[in-house]
């Protein structure tokens, strides 16, 4: 287990990442979320938006790619 993975909730809307409604990335559930922070996972790009300016506005935003911080379920 890695200590570090956190919740599988959207950060913004508290959305399940099992849930239907959660965007995958390239639309395949298998490759996982589409959008995340190096908080968590974001469930749509209105929600990665929000995170994401709310992050620049509280200067904690990191412009540098991260890896997906949610273990992919294979
Ligand atoms: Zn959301």
């Known amino acids: 287990m890695l200590a570090r993975t956190p919740k599988a909730v959207c950060l913004e809307c508290g959305l399940p990442g099992t849930s239907p409604a959660f965007?995958?990335?390239a639309g395949i559930r298998e490759h996982g979320p589409a959008y995340w922070s190096d908080r968590g996972i974001l469930c749509s790009v209105g929600c990665a938006s929000e995170h994401f300016r709310k992050r620049k506005a509280d200067r904690s935003y990191i412009a540098i790619?991260?890896?997906?911080?949610?273990e992919v379920e294979a």
Do not use: G, S
């Open 23 to 25: 965007t995958a990335h």
């Open 65 to 70: 790619p991260l890896d997906c911080p949610v």
